[in-house]
């Protein structure tokens, strides 16, 4: 059996693919990057693909053939540079069920959340939900599984923050502490999608997913912090009002295609905290927060992946600002800037090399600010700052003994953005 899974390369698509193969099905998957994918996951055929641009039926025609079974495990949380949430789980699921009967699709696994509650009317919830009543009225065989919040050994979005939340020093400040939040494992989400395949839930099925016991926010980050292997902590309640400023520039930077955790769709889906309506059918396994924890005990890369992920934003926007400011203040004294080529070649050669090299450093620090160019941003700053080093030790060397260090300080920031190109991935 063929089957075709929709975020293949992501957090629950990954786990759900890798039961589906050990179950023995032929898996496709769709990504952005194939070629990479390909690297990681070489069981599956994968196909190049974007959401975003396939709202229309056509669209699918060539990605459906062969296919018996479709899954999507896509997503994402809220608007912004790289994400465009009414596209991709709305108009391009309902294109996809259009085109799926003709198609030959059996069976059609929708991997979504609860609709209700708090955050039900933003485009993060409302697009799952109308995908989910088109797909009920579709006349197709169809299963959607709603788990909570999926906990594994990987980690995305609110999972990460859970992690990074956990590693605080001295105390754990927390929004919405006393929030309830209810887990489930990756794996048994993706014992759920091999037994919607398998028929074991008959089609028509709408089912949520979660573990019997329930948390506080509070008590599953302490959970956490133990599976680091971190000493207990007290925790900080932070009042919602003091978060905002975060949120807000979370906001921002998912305009500029980051996907921050933090964003004001997260927060108030966590204000009511994360649990379900229903308890999860008899007969699907469902793992315990601790259990899942346990099973899939922790490294020092872990530790490392909490500290630095919130260090993540701050180490991207200081090299923005080191680049800005680089390249804006000898702007402001042209002339003073432009004395060390003096030497080298005539006054107006030398303002126009300064007035270049200024424009050059400015472009690169506002390019980073862009998820969508900032690899290639980076790179140019590591370029550009060895070129700086080569071309100022041959031309002028005495100006590594300067007392203002123009060249000595370069070092750090070759070093920072080399910290920021290795935490840049996202998934």
């Known amino acids: 059996m063929n089957i075709l899974i929709l975020g293949a390369t992501g957090f629950i698509g990954s786990a759900i693919a890798a039961r589906l193969l ?10 952005r990057n194939p070629d990479r994918a390909r690297v990681r996951q070489p069981a599956i055929r994968w196909i190049l693909a974007d959401l975003e641009k396939m709202t229309n039926v056509a669209d699918w025609a060539s990605v459906l053939e062969g296919q018996h079974v479709v899954v999507n495990s896509a997503g994402a949380l809220q608007d912004g540079l790289s994400d465009n949430l009414a596209a991709t789980q709305q108009r391009a699921m309902i294109a996809l069920q259009q085109a799926a009967k003709p198609a030959g699709v059996t069976l059609i696994v929708q991997i979504s959340a609860r609709t209700d509650g708090a955050g039900s009317d933003l485009p993060f919830l409302a697009t799952k939900r109308a995908a989910d009543m088109a797909l009920a009225a ?120 980051w996907r921050s955790p933090l964003r004001s769709t997260a927060m108030t889906v966590m204000s009511e905290g994360v649990s379900m309506n229903r308890r999860t059918p008899s007969g699907l396994p469902a793992l315990s927060a601790a259990a899942t924890l346990a099973a899939n005990p922790s490294g020092v890369q872990d530790l490392w992946f909490a500290r630095l992920y919130l260090l993540k934003a701050p180490i991207i926007a200081g090299l923005s600002l080191f680049w800005l400011l680089s390249g804006l203040i000898p702007l402001l004294a042209p002339s003073q800037a432009s004395a060390h080529f003096l030497p080298l070649m005539p006054l107006s050669a030398a303002m126009a090399l300064t007035m270049t090299t200024c424009l050059i450093d400015m472009a690169l620090g506002a390019a980073v600010l862009f998820r969508p160019f900032a690899r290639r941003a980076i790179i140019g700053m590591l370029a550009v700052s060895l070129v700086y080093l080569l071309g100022g030790t041959v031309l002028k060397p005495a100006l590594w003994l300067d007392p203002l260090g123009p060249l000595v300080k370069v070092l750090p920031s070759l070093l920072l953005a080399l910290a920021a190109l290795a935490i840049l991935d996202e998934r």
């Not at 050990?22 to 769709?30: E, F, I, R």
């Not at 197709?140 to 788990?147: A, C, G």
């Open 22 to 31: 050990a179950d023995g099905y032929a898996v496709t998957g769709l990504a």
């Open 138 to 257: 579709s006349g197709l065989p169809y299963v959607i599984v709603r788990p909570s919040l999926v906990l594994g050994r990987n980690a995305h979005g609110g999972t990460a923050l859970l992690r990074a939340l956990s590693s605080f020093p001295l105390a754990l400040p927390l929004i919405h502490a006393d929030s309830p939040v209810e887990t489930v494992a990756a794996e048994d989400v993706a014992a759920a999608v091999s037994a919607a395949i398998s028929g074991t839930l008959p089609s028509g099925s709408d089912i949520e997913l979660a573990a019997e016991e329930r948390h506080t926010l509070a008590d599953l980050v302490r959970l956490h912090r133990a599976w680091l292997g971190l000493p207990d902590a007290p925790v900080l309640s932070v009042p919602p009002a003091l978060a905002r400023p975060v949120t807000w520039l979370a906001d921002i930077a998912g305009h500029l295609g």
